[in-house]
């Protein structure tokens, strides 16, 4: 009985792929337009892309020309080729701006860029092209189906430029070139008022600035003490139970020990 139904399975199979060999050869636009449309119905989005990489142009400016479009953007977009298929999708919504496809093409475009957005440690160039597509959907359709889901893929990249930002003012704290790292937090706080990551930036700043203060020459020491004793309160207002408070409280313990020697040589 298995032995009939693999048979029967490999039977099918052979059919179907001499089907798909013979309209791919064939001039019969028809035919193949036929097995494409059979073909994207079943998911087999290669097989289709192939047939209608080859009547596309035939149809241009034909009635079936807005349905084949949209096909043969979303073959790409379900193979994974997400650069291809939006750049595709953003052609379809510049033909069809009143398709009833148009929504559903624009956020899938913007999609795709979202999708080709790199880990947060690497170059975010795609990843701020995608917040940009996916805003200007946003602004597009304020009422859309996808609204939800274009939102929350809009913060998580927004975190992705985050964690870079973060991680890179975190590696000056690590090298020891505290003076890049203040300056780096300090922009990071600016451009990310509501990070998730504000206590850990707040308190790696406060890090630096103490080992800056430490550290420095004596004409820099009590400047740079009294910035770094300003960013200790700023910490502890903002982050009152914070795991970090003890540790930070032994660093204005010794900023003001510091503090205190320089004001009894003077």
Request: charged share 30%.
């Amino acid at each position: 009985m298995k032995q009939a139904i693999y048979i029967l399975f490999a039977t099918i199979l052979l059919v179907s792929c001499n089907d798909f060999q013979k309209a791919l050869k064939s001039e019969d636009v028809a035919k193949k337009f036929t097995m494409a449309d059979e073909l994207y119905e079943a998911g087999k989005w290669s097989k289709s892309k192939r047939l209608l990489d080859q009547i596309l142009p035939k149809y241009r400016g034909k009635p079936q020309a807005e349905k084949l479009t949209y096909m043969h953007a979303n073959c790409s977009y379900e193979m994974g080729d997400y650069y291809i298929a939006s750049y595709h999708f953003d052609k379809f919504t510049d033909i069809y701006p009143q398709s009833e496809k148009a929504e559903e093409a624009a956020f899938k475009s913007a999609k795709g860029y979202y999708f080709n957005s790199p880990v947060y440690s690497k170059e975010q160039k795609e990843t701020v092209e995608a917040i940009e597509k996916l805003q200007l959907f946003v602004n597009q359709y304020p009422n859309s189906q996808y609204l939800s889901e274009a939102n929350t893929l809009v913060r998580e990249l927004d975190f992705k430029l985050e964690k870079k930002a973060f991680e890179i003012a975190k590696q000056y704290d690590l090298i020891t070139d505290y003076k890049a790292s203040v300056k780096s937090f300090n922009n990071f706080l600016l451009d990310f008022p509501g990070s998730s990551l504000r206590e850990d930036a707040l308190y790696y700043r406060l890090h630096a600035e103490y080992n800056l203060a430490i550290l420095s020459i004596e004409s820099l020491k009590e400047e740079r003490i009294n910035i770094a004793l300003n960013y200790y309160e700023a910490f502890v207002k903002a982050f009152p139970n914070s795991e970090y408070n003890e540790e930070a409280s032994e660093w204005k313990n010794k900023l003001n020990e510091e503090l205190s020697t320089l004001k009894t040589k003077s």
